[in-house]
């Protein structure tokens, strides 16, 4: 059973940066990816990356700010956020591609506040 987990959520002030993690058992990911959804608002594409890493792709909001990474001996992908606003302020999703099948993890909170 693949089952994404998140972790590195937490308060932060505007400028100040955070670091999610999302783990997965099982097969190594295909693609691996974070969205976040705020209140009020649909669930956005944030960052993804491939299997290797050698390719990702931002949502423009982040570029410059955030970087997505991943190890794949650990089974885990990484969202470095710096410069954080608050309008980064949401729900962030981990989602892994299994053979096929997306698999999201619970959310984890990001807040930014002034």
């Known amino acids: 059973q693949v089952q994404p987990v998140e972790s590195g959520g937490g308060l932060v002030q505007p400028g100040g940066s955070l670091r999610l993690s999302c783990t997965t058992s099982g097969s190594i990911p295909y693609h691996m990816g974070w969205y976040r959804q705020a209140p009020g608002k649909e669930r956005e594409l944030v960052a993804y990356i491939s299997r290797t890493g050698g390719s990702t792709n931002y949502e423009d909001s982040v570029k410059g700010r955030f970087t997505i990474s991943r190890d794949n001996v650990k089974n885990t992908v990484y969202l470095q956020m710096n410069s954080l606003k608050p309008e980064d302020t949401a729900v962030y999703y981990c989602?892994?591609?299994?053979?096929?099948?997306?698999?999201w993890g619970q959310g984890t909170q990001v807040t930014v506040f002034s």
């Open positions: 989602t892994v591609d299994v053979f096929l099948v997306a698999y």
